[in-house]
């Protein structure tokens, strides 16, 4: 309540009668006028403001009080009619009309001004036959001005104190120095319950006072007094019995130091009912705590200022034992017991809460069935409650506890929880799946699509949710379509048994469908691979009667969203023969696809998922040289931009993850990753290429597992080179390194990134003369030439992942060479001699020479078909001195056949002058394994002659 400042004013005279008023008030105070009109019963009343009228009382008769709103016209003790405004505010002022009797019109003028001279309303609240007192302040300017007490009636503002009346009881006295007013009633009654006025008289011609405070007065009688004990964590009903005031307003409120409030209730673990037929006021405390201890009263009002109550000790205890809390599952229309443990000389309560709200009585204490058990502390008694043909309003919370009796409550100490759930069993289904391979479950419930749904495994301890946590299932739900969605995806032996796939209808309510799973060996699996903007056809086989499923397994899951899934305009195409076939494949095509019948039942839908398919994406390889940088670009989904990334050499897995950025022997500083969002790529750059770099390269995604989506190939070309030179019609063997197995490759290229076409690895040259055979443990493979022509003369690269290049020279046949080498020879030798013989004769040395050839012999050299011994030819002694030159040197077979160096024959040579000329340089014979790098070259065994040079000199 606002100030209230009443002012009772002089009344201005107008020829002698009281025709019209005015009057000051203040903003937030009220006003009370003397008219100097008697009040006429039988006459209507009516007050209007002015200059529109505005009716505020209209025409009404009453014998002394009539009030509309903050505006009230009644009658004093003297027969006077008051004019009383109450909260006055600016808009309050103003010209008014009232018209007092018939033909009897009185005008007032009303000002209203702002000020802050008094104070707030109070309220003050006092027990039944205690003494109150209370202080009223006025303004210092009012010290000697007449003080008085008023007190608002249901139908009047009367004075019951003053200078010249005093009421037994009330006593005043005046604080002229703190300029306060102080009020005392002793053993104060019911009746004096209401509002007090304090008041200093203004003018002592008149009736005016000023009001300068206003005083609720409380009148509380206790009584009587309780104690109630009960348990942290469990729950606490109390029965506030007013029986003989069934129609009054009943509360309970909470001391404190600031008065009683209602702020405890606000914790949401209480809730106030009410049974006003019975008059009683139930507290139901769901769950106590320490906090909630403390002293309320639990009371009835009599009127507004008048209220009876009881006060209760609230003390909470801990006790390790209680509360006790029971989970009890029954099917519908099955029975269930409920028993509890109560102290032998207390009465039981068993009460089920009802909406939160409170905890209604569902059994009388004679009814239930009782047995005896042994307790530490004394006798306790058990308390079995049956509830037989379940119905679905049974489900819920109940309560079992003692009940204590005191003489104006009850209260229920209620220490065991019984949680009971009502299970509905709507269907039995039969799901089939394959070991190894993937199975959804569709539990439809399209009549409950805001409902919670679940799927839960029996076993011997219940209905749970450990299976899942394999990694292996995955749940999502389509609330639009009511549907939980469960995904095997990987199907073991430990899958099969007795699931439930179900809806809680409430929290204590539930629906489900009975599956029994079974797990079978005959799954399949597949795995393709294409270039990006390359097409790919996928089949599976589904039995006739059954409807084909083709679904990808996205983060998981596997969802028939093959339009979201796939980049091609349409839907990917299902024939007759059951394949799908995807067109201008892109990187959100990669992935795990699953192919499989769908059978529907009346509460599901299982999709035994039979075919894996593992479709991968490659990009065309990256081809560079030892020591040089290679970048790989990995672009990705753009749905995917806030998922981490990884590439990785090998498939990246989260079970067995080697990301590239981890394991390129720890040698981090050659790989940087960058990532462009903008773009939807992440590239990785590996500088100073070595052997050990090249393989295979996966770009995945990290979702719960790893996707691996897109690979390409790394092939690092070595710096040793393989230079062969063979003839018309031999063979060759060519041995080439591999990492893996997944390629063998030789391909003719005038450069190794020539070699590769549509994204696809090297090819290897198809032709009958060549041939691979693979020796995988010593990681190796050979390509075996049969019959070379000199067309096969040319660059070749050879390997894997790792390329060596191959430089192949095919010359002219061997065997028209040799006889070519060796008529040429009988003729020179032939004419060697007669010209040595012509001269001045000779001069018959054996002698051994050595010189350089192309190539190192190993093993042993053939019988020659014939040897020849050093021929020198010794010229005339000349003045610079005797110069002996080597016409041929001896051809034989080495007498060493370990010495892999010993030469055949050397050089055949006529003298240097101007005359001379060179008839043969070398002559060369070989039946031996040459090596001449890290690739071998195997040659046939038969004997042939080589030679450098033979010409004739003009």
């Known amino acids: 309540m606002k100030i209230l400042l009443i002012f009772i004013l002089t ?76 909260d006055l505010n600016t808009d309050d002022a103003g010209r008014y009309a009232v018209d007092v009797e018939q033909g009897k019109r009185l005008y007032m003028i009303l000002n209203v001004e702002e000020d802050s001279c008094c104070e707030v309303p109070k ?45 037994d009881r009330f006593s005043v006295s005046d604080d002229g120095q703190r300029n306060s007013l102080h009020v005392s009633i002793t053993a104060v009654t019911a009746d004096d319950g209401g509002v007090y006025l304090c008041g200093v008289w203004v003018n002592k011609h008149s009736y005016s006072y000023y009001i300068t405070n206003t005083v609720h007065l409380h009148i509380m009688t206790k009584v009587g007094v309780s104690t109630v004990i009960g348990s942290s964590g469990a729950a606490l009903m109390i029965k506030c019995e007013h029986p003989q005031h069934k129609n009054k307003t009943r509360y309970i409120c909470k001391e404190s130091s600031a008065g009683f409030s209602e702020e405890w209730m606000k914790n949401g673990d209480v809730s ?8 009683v006021l139930m507290v139901f405390f769901r769950e106590l705590k320490a906090a909630d201890a403390g002293t309320y009263r639990c009371g009835v009002k009599d009127s507004e200022y008048t209220e009876r109550f009881t006060q209760l000790q609230l003390k909470v205890r801990h006790d390790a034992e209680n509360p006790k809390v029971m989970t009890e599952s029954v099917h519908l229309g099955g029975e269930v017991k409920i028993s509890c443990q109560i102290p032998e000389e207390q009465k039981v309560l068993f009460c089920k809460e009802e909406y939160n709200q409170s905890c209604q009585k569902t059994r009388a204490s004679e009814d239930p069935q009782l047995t005896r058990a042994g307790s530490v502390g004394g006798e306790e008694r058990v308390f079995t409650v049956s509830i037989s043909n379940v119905s679905v309003r049974d489900a819920g919370v109940y309560w079992c506890g003692a009940e204590t009796r005191d003489t104006h409550l009850t209260f229920i100490s209620l220490t065991t929880k019984i949680q009971l759930s009502v299970i509905t069993k709507v269907g039995v289904s039969t799901v089939i799946g394959y070991s190894g391979a993937a199975v959804m479950i569709k539990c439809e419930h399209p009549q409950h699509k805001n409902k919670t749904k679940y799927i839960c495994k029996e076993s011997s301890a219940g209905c749970s949710g450990e299976w899942m946590k394999n990694g292996d299932v995955s749940v999502d739900e389509d609330s639009r379509a009511g549907v939980l969605m469960v995904f095997f995806r990987e199907l073991k032996a430990a899958d099969a048994g007795t699931y439930r796939c179900g809806v809680k209808d409430s929290e204590y309510t539930e629906r489900f469908t009975q599956l029994q799973l079974k797990v079978r060996h005959d799954a399949i699996f597949i795995n393709k691979t294409t270039r990006l ?84 994406v490659i990009m065309s390889p990256v081809v560079r040289r030892e020591g040089e940088s290679a970048q790989i670009f990995c672009p990705y989904d753009s749905i995917y931009q806030s998922k981490s990334k990884s590439l990785c050499k090998g498939k990246c897995s989260t079970r067995d993850t080697r990301p590239l950025d981890e394991t390129v022997r720890e040698e981090k500083e050659r790989l940087t990753l960058h990532e462009d969002v903008t773009a939807s790529v992440f590239t990785g750059t590996i500088t100073g290429l070595t052997a050990e770099d090249a393989g295979k390269y996966w770009c995945a995604v990290t979702l719960d597992r790893e996707l691996n989506y897109l690979y390409t190939h790394l092939m690092v070309i070595i710096k040793q080179e393989l230079s062969l030179t063979k003839y018309e019609g031999d063979d060759v063997s060519i041995q080439c390194r591999h990492h893996d197995g997944d390629q063998k490759s030789f391909c003719r290229a005038h450069e190794a990134s020539a070699c590769v076409k549509d994204g696809d690895s090297l090819e290897t040259i198809r032709d009958a003369r060549f041939s691979i055979s693979d020796e995988a443990s010593a990681g190796v493979f050979t390509v075996n030439i049969t019959d070379l022509r000199a067309d096969d003369s040319g660059v070749y690269w050879c390997g894997a992942h790792l390329i060596t290049k191959v430089n192949l020279e095919v010359k002219k046949s061997v065997l028209a060479r040799t006889l070519i080498s060796c008529v040429s020879v009988t003729l020179l030798l032939t004419g060697a001699s007669v010209l040595l013989f012509y001269t001045s004769g000779f001069i018959k040395k054996r002698d051994r020479h050595s010189s350089s050839v192309t190539e190192t012999s190993r093993g042993e050299a053939s019988q020659a078909g014939c040897e020849y011994e050093n021929i020198t030819y010794v010229k005339q002694h000349l003045a610079s001195g005797t110069e002996e030159t080597v016409l041929y040197s001896t051809v034989n077979r080495p007498t060493d056949s370990s010495d892999a160096h010993e030469m ?5 040579q006529l003298p240097k002058n101007s005359s001379d000329e060179i008839l043969y340089s070398s002559v060369r014979f070989q039946k031996h394994k040459e090596s001449d790098s890290e690739a071998e070259v195997f040659l046939n065994d038969e004997l042939y002659c080589d030679y450098t040079t033979v010409r004739q000199q003009s």
């Open 272 to 279: 106030v009912d009410e049974d006003s037929r019975a008059g």
């Open 904 to 908: 055949l024959y050397s050089t055949v």
């Open 533 to 616: 903007g390359g097409d790919v056809n996928i089949s599976c086989q589904t039995p006739e009667e059954h409807i084909a499923y083709f679904c990808k397994e996205d983060d998981n899951d596997c969802y028939n969203r093959i339009r979201q899934n796939f980049s091609s305009a349409e839907v990917p195409q299902i024939n007759p023969a059951e394949f799908v076939s995807i067109s201008n494949v892109s990187v959100r095509d990669a992935g795990v696809y699953w192919c499989g019948a769908e059978t529907r039942d009346t509460h599901l839908t299982f999709i035994s998922l039979t075919t894996k398919i593992q479709l991968s």
């Open 123 to 167: 309220t003050v609240m006092v027990n039944n036959g205690e003494t109150n007192s209370f202080s009223c302040k006025y303004s210092h300017n009012q010290i000697h001005n007449f003080k008085a007490i008023f007190k608002e009636g249901k139908n009047s503002i009367e004075v019951i104190h003053n200078t010249w009346k005093k009421t």
């Open 11 to 86: 009344l201005q005279l107008i020829s002698g009668q009281i025709s019209s008023l005015s009057a000051t008030g203040y903003s937030g105070g009220s006003l009370m006028l003397d008219s100097g009109k008697l009040w006429v019963s039988d006459s209507a009343k009516y007050l209007a403001k002015l200059p529109d009228w505005r009716t505020i009382i209209n025409d009404t008769k009453h014998e002394r009080w009539i009030n509309e709103g903050r505006f009230t016209l009644f009658k004093n003790n003297d027969g006077n009619l008051m004019i009383f405004i109450r």
